[in-house]
T-cell receptor, first 114, second 113 residues
Framework: AQSVAQPEDQVNVAEGNPLTVKCTYSVSGNPYLFWYVQYPNRGLQFLLKYITGDNLVKGSYGFEAEFNKSQTSFHLKKPSALVSDSALYFCAVSRSGGYQKVTFGTGTKLQVIP | NAGVTQTPKFQVLKTGQSMTLQCAQDMNHEYMSWYRQDPGMGLRLIHYSVGAGITDQGEVPNGYNVSRSTTEDFPLRLLSAAPSQTSVYFC????????????FGDGTRLSIL
């Protein structure tokens, strides 16, 4: 069975400061990892993914994430937070190969304080 | 392109009623799925489909039924609504296999009284 843990229900950060949203995963075989963002009353929007290759992946809106195989982590980062980054963030994992199901974490609410 | 369209956006049902949540995508995606989102529980997979005529169960399939007669449409049926099915339901689709991101609709907010 595969799983995703997002250990923080909420992360508060001051505008202009760097932000990190944590994610660890468990899956057999090679993982596909994703970050999504959800704004109020909207569906999830794709931010970035790790499939293979460079451990540091860059995505939309200045976000990036680092894949760490030994720690089974895929933390989301941004060098300078904006108030408009305030939203709910989901990490997701699936196993590589074929039409594999995707498992989501419970989500982390990011609050950027002006 | 409209992407993934879900209807209705809101619905209130009484216990025991049945209804169908509609989902349509115009991207010719093979893979479609239904999730429910509950506070503190993230998104849980209800059912998914890898193409027309092919469906399979996810984590929480009980009380729900799906069919996939066309590539575009993937309706979710509640057979006999229960208060425990009060939730926000999301439909998603993706192109090809698991290395592609999913595209989500804006959800159906369902209350069962």
């Amino acid at each position: 069975a595969q799983s995703v843990a997002q250990p923080e229900d909420q992360v508060n950060v001051a505008e202009g400061n760097p932000l990190t949203v944590k994610c660890t995963y468990s899956v057999s075989g090679n993982p596909y990892l994703f970050w999504y963002v959800q704004y109020p009353n909207r569906g999830l929007q794709f931010l970035l993914k790790y499939i293979t290759g460079d451990n540091l992946v860059k995505g939309s809106y200045g976000f990036e994430a680092e894949f760490n195989k030994s720690q089974t982590s895929f933390h989301l980062k941004k060098p300078s937070a904006l108030v408009s980054d305030s939203a709910l963030y989901f990490c997701a994992v699936s196993r590589s190969g074929g039409y594999q199901k995707v498992t989501f974490g419970t989500g982390t609410k990011l609050q950027v304080i002006p | 392109n409209a992407g993934v369209t879900q209807t209705p956006k809101f619905q209130v049902l009484k216990t025991g009623q049945s209804m169908t949540l509609q989902c349509a995508q115009d991207m010719n995606h093979e893979y479609m799925s239904w999730y429910r989102q509950d506070p503190g529980m993230g998104l849980r997979l209800i059912h998914y489909s890898v193409g027309a005529g092919i469906t399979d169960q996810g984590e929480v399939p009980n009380g729900y039924n799906v069919s996939r007669s066309t590539t575009e449409d993937f309706p979710l049926r509640l057979l006999s609504a229960a208060p425990s099915q009060t939730s926000v339901y999301f439909c998603a689709s993706r192109d090809g296999q698991g290395n592609q991101p999913q595209h989500f609709g804006d959800g159906t907010r369902l209350s069962i009284l």
